[in-house]
């Protein structure tokens, strides 16, 4: 198995179950890049680094495709909402179109293509598209796509990233973690990236008012300037 990482798990398993653990290196070493997380101070500060990210990479990466982990369907619906907005409301983002936005959160599973209008000079959103979790999964890794998930789309999803003429994306993929997540379900998140030894890269982009909301008093005054 490659969920039983931790020592603290291996030493449940060996005192609770009896269990004797032996570690194999992989057959393929990892080629991802884990980046140290960031924690925002609030939402907009939140919801800014994100779009940097994500336009960063479309501009230098030849449109890497990314996925945004969020925690639920409520935090799901919300970033996908606003990164289909944050697109769509700035006419400078032509540069990097067309892109497709998608989202897949076990309720709402839809693609949004972007695509620049001449005639009224504004980016404009095609009659979004009804998809599978097949479709969901091959379209994420197709460069110029972004998808807005849940950890529904975390362990056991196997990404292939793509540029448009088929052939393996030299960047890879992006995994963008936007919750504060427990070290196994981390690991399974970020494990959607640079799989069987193939490049990527992960960052998570905490936000300290969903923490906040979460653990309430057990923070303190926590600085964050």
Not at 27 to 53: G, K, P, W
Not at 82 to 104: T, Y
Not at 150 to 173: A, C, Q, V, W, Y
Request: net charge positive; proline share 4%; hydrophobic share 30%.
């Amino acid at each position: 198995t490659g969920t039983i990482g931790s020592e603290a798990e291996r030493l449940e398993q060996k005192t609770v179950y009896g269990f004797k653990m032996t570690k194999i290196s992989p057959h393929r070493m990892s080629h991802r890049q884990d980046n140290s997380a960031v924690l925002t101070q609030d939402t907009e500060a939140h919801n800014m680094l994100i779009m940097d990210t994500l336009k960063e990479k479309i501009r230098k990466n030849k449109k890497m495709p990314s996925v945004l982990v969020c925690k639920d369907m409520e935090s799901s619906q919300g970033k996908f909402e606003m990164i289909l907005d944050s697109f769509k409301q700035d006419s400078k983002n032509k540069k990097m179109l067309p892109l497709r936005i998608q989202i897949f959160n076990g309720k709402r599973a839809e693609i949004h293509y972007l695509q620049w209008d001449s005639e009224s000079k504004e980016i404009i959103s095609m009659p979004p598209k009804i998809i599978s979790a097949k479709e969901a999964k091959d379209n994420a890794g197709e460069s110029g796509t972004i998808t807005v998930t849940t950890p529904i789309m975390g362990r056991g999803t196997d990404f292939k990233p793509k540029l448009e003429n088929g052939k393996d994306h030299p960047s890879g993929l992006l995994v963008l973690n936007l919750h504060l997540a427990q070290d196994r379900d981390h690991r399974q998140i970020i494990g959607r990236s640079g799989r069987n030894g193939a490049v990527g890269e992960t960052l998570s982009l905490i936000n300290y008012e969903d923490i906040k909301k979460e653990l309430g008093e057990e923070l303190g005054n926590m600085d964050l300037t």
